[in-house]
T-cell receptor, first 114, second 113 residues
């Protein structure tokens, strides 16, 4: 079975450019999460969706970050404009299980902002 | 200059040994705990979970122990194998719904053949 699919796997861009990261959750999963992982801060929850609706975006760093989930099989995380401190690995995860922490993570998108 | 990153604690063991990875959690109101494994270049992978009304739970080759008195969680891996080499994270649900998981900083496990 296909797991969570993220693209691109690697992105190198220059400061000020727009970055869009994409995620396809596992079919049938109704909750989707975006995490960011850095050496300095570890793994941080940015936002999560339930049934395509954003439930908690308190982890989104600032207005430069936005996330959408237009349908059950697709989500985007956009950074505009990007800054060097946004360099990180961004993970998408999904689950169909209520009352559990068993999330299924994608392989991540490594973003480097020069 | 270069920023200082997290220095992951590292546990080095020999193949076949038992490994114990420890985690101190922060919130006494947390009611649910999870262990994840992250191999290099991959996303975290769920290993095992435990609710606060339990103090021990066993899986395949893994056991999680919970001590709520001292807010401590441990993951025991029996007969550690080279494939167990990874970074292990504990995560806690701080009682705001399962989605709000707070991850620890991780421990690197190195298994030598």
């Amino acid at each position: 079975d296909a797991g969570v699919i993220q693209s691109p796997r690697h992105e190198v861009t220059e400061m000020g450019q727009e970055v869009t990261l994409r995620c396809k959750p596992i079919s049938g999963h109704n909750s989707l999460f975006w995490y960011r992982q850095t050496m300095m801060r570890g793994l941080e929850l940015l936002i999560y969706f339930n049934n395509n609706v954003p439930i908690d975006d308190s982890g989104m760093p600032e207005d430069r970050f936005s996330a959408k989930m237009p349908n059950a099989s697709f989500s985007t995380l956009k950074i505009q404009p990007s800054e060097p401190r946004d360099s990180a690995v961004y993970f998408c995860a999904s689950t169909a299980l209520a009352n559990t922490g068993e999330l299924f993570f994608g392989e991540g998108s490594r973003l480097t902002v020069l | 200059g270069e920023s200082v990153g997290l220095h992951l604690p590292t546990l080095s063991v020999q193949e076949g040994d038992n490994s114990i990875i420890n985690c101190a959690y922060s919130n006494s109101a947390s009611d649910y705990f999870i262990w994840y494994k992250q191999e290099s270049g991959k996303g975290p992978q769920f290993i095992i979970d435990i609710r606060s009304n339990m103090d021990k739970r066993q899986g395949q080759r893994v056991t999680v122990l919970l001590n709520k008195t001292v807010k401590h969680l441990s993951l025991q891996i029996a007969a550690t194998q080279p494939g167990d080499s990874a970074v292990y994270f504990c995560a806690e649900n701080i009682n705001t719904g399962f989605q709000k998981l707070v991850f620890g900083t991780g421990t690197r496990l190195l298994v030598s053949p």
